[in-house]
């Protein structure tokens, strides 16, 4: 982890880090572990219970909620969002605050070496294939094949990538 200790920099002693981490000012890090020799920009949260891989760039603005899981090698651009909750609500249904029992974590997968554009959002339960890329303002609601290109709202493959 690179030496910055200012007040910007919000590490909860519960983060696991692996060895070359570099972490930019203004991030928010809780519970979660991240990998060897990854990169977390400015203005990111990876909250509990989200996994980073080594040799992965999360660029700045980016929200990775609770049940992330991102494996090796895998870019995800500016301000991508991921969510966790398929039916999202503040209150029960006799209007008391809702609080973390009252619903269950919606697990999202990204396979190694794939590529998130940024502004995407990633809705929960889907799973990103190996090397595939997700263009820049896409919605995924579905999971996504290895080796594709996905684009659009909602998210549907433009072109199939050749391995080499």
Known sequence: MSNDTTPTLRISPDVKLGQNVKIHAFVNLYGCEIGDDSRIGTFVEIQKDARIGR????????????GVTIEDEVFIGHGVMFTNDKYPRATNQDGSAQTESDWATVPTTLKRGASI????????????????????????????????????????????LHSS
């Open 117 to 160: 554009g940024s502004n995407a959002t990633i809705l929960c339960g889907v799973t990103i294939g190996e090397r595939a890329i997700v263009g820049a303002g896409s919605v995924v609601t579905h999971d996504v094949p290895a080796d594709v290109i996905v684009a659009g709202v909602p998210a549907r493959i433009v072109r199939h």
């Open 55 to 66: 040799r992965v760039k999360v660029s700045s603005h980016t929200f990775i909620c609770s």
